[in-house]
């Protein structure tokens, strides 16, 4: 394959991020790999690394019983071992020709009819890991040096294309902060799915930060709200069992308008619609039309809620 050849699956893989429901995403990228990287069978699977919880797998010619069969031996595989020493971020089982394999990796392999496997392992931020396996059922058809590094290359597009198209299904959960950084995490604080430009203003805020848990807590009465942590903005959304966060620089305000900025300062300062008209020049109509939007954005449905959020002391 040329690199001009990859980088047209590239291409694809970010353009019908926007078109492909996105949990239907990962799915259809592994699927679409097959006319750059033809395999047999394959397995995509995140990990949140630091609690070793599996929370997503993707299939291609294999059961679903695979992944918890495929847990009992991986440490045996060979490929796996390789990859999980951090010693490749793309293997090959030909690299292991002539080697003495341990016979519980060889029974789930030979009872699926698996002659060749390739692994790639990308390392994402927040401590996931996406774990791909490729797979090929001919004995003379090994994955060679060039598909090895094809395999390296596309997976490291899938992942960050995949987390694109779930961030852009979440957009409306979270609006109007659909374009700020986000992540995915647990009631522990543990990423399940991050930008890279989540974990820098993290980072840049807090600098012990550990790459792996939140470094703060969010609060019940947090939830569907703006609130401040060490100069970042921050808007969390329950998605299940799980919560979307959003993250920004700026104060509290940088998501308005300026006129809307300008109304919700005269309403902190105790004016009423009506004078705020007057001083603006404006309709009383129009004011309270600000005011809601205003509201909206910063999570609060009350002048009581603006007040305490604003002014929190």
């Known amino acids: 394959m040329t690199d001009v050849t990859t980088d047209s699956l590239i291409e694809s893989l970010y353009a019908n991020s926007l078109t492909v429901p996105a949990a239907e995403y990962r799915d259809w990228a592994l699927q679409h790999l097959r006319a750059w990287l033809p395999f047999d069978a394959a397995q995509w699977r995140r990990i949140n690394s630091p609690a070793q919880r599996v929370f997503g797998v993707s299939y291609s010619g294999l059961p679903p019983s695979f992944s918890s069969a495929f847990d009992r031996v991986r440490h045996v595989d060979p490929v796996y071992q390789k990859l999980d020493r951090g010693e490749a971020a793309a293997v090959a089982s030909s690299e292991f020709?002539?080697?003495?394999?341990?016979?519980?990796?060889?029974?789930?392999?030979?009872?699926h009819g698996v002659q060749h496997s390739a692994g790639v392992f990308v390392r994402a931020p927040g401590g996931v890991l996406h774990e791909f396996m490729f797979f090929r059922f001919a004995e003379d058809s090994p994955f060679t040096e060039d598909e090895v590094a094809i395999a390296e290359r596309a997976c490291r597009h899938m992942s960050a294309a995949a987390s694109h198209a779930y961030f852009l299904l979440r957009a409306e959960l979270s609006a109007p902060y659909a374009r700020r950084p986000a992540a995915l995490i647990d009631a522990r604080g543990l990423f399940y799915d991050v930008q890279p430009a989540f974990v820098q203003l993290l980072r840049t805020a807090e600098p012990e930060f550990d790459g792996e848990t939140l470094p703060f807590d969010i609060e019940t009465n947090q939830y569907e709200r703006v609130f401040s942590w060490k100069g970042l903005s921050v808007y969390a959304q329950p998605v299940d069992d799980l919560t979307v966060l959003r993250l920004w620089e700026g104060d509290l305000l940088a998501a308005l308008t300026q006129r809307e900025r300008e109304i919700i300062t005269l309403v902190c300062e105790g004016?009423?619609?009506?004078?705020?008209?007057?001083?603006?020049?404006?309709?009383?109509?129009?004011?309270?039309?600000?005011?809601?939007a205003a509201y909206g954005k910063l999570g609060v449905a009350t002048k009581t809620e603006l007040l305490k959020l604003l002014s929190p002391s």
């Open 271 to 292: 004016h009423t619609q009506k004078s705020i008209a007057v001083q603006l020049d404006i309709s009383a109509s129009t004011v309270a039309t600000h005011i809601y």
């Open 97 to 111: 020709d002539g080697l003495e394999f341990n016979p519980a990796w060889a029974r789930l392999y030979s009872a």
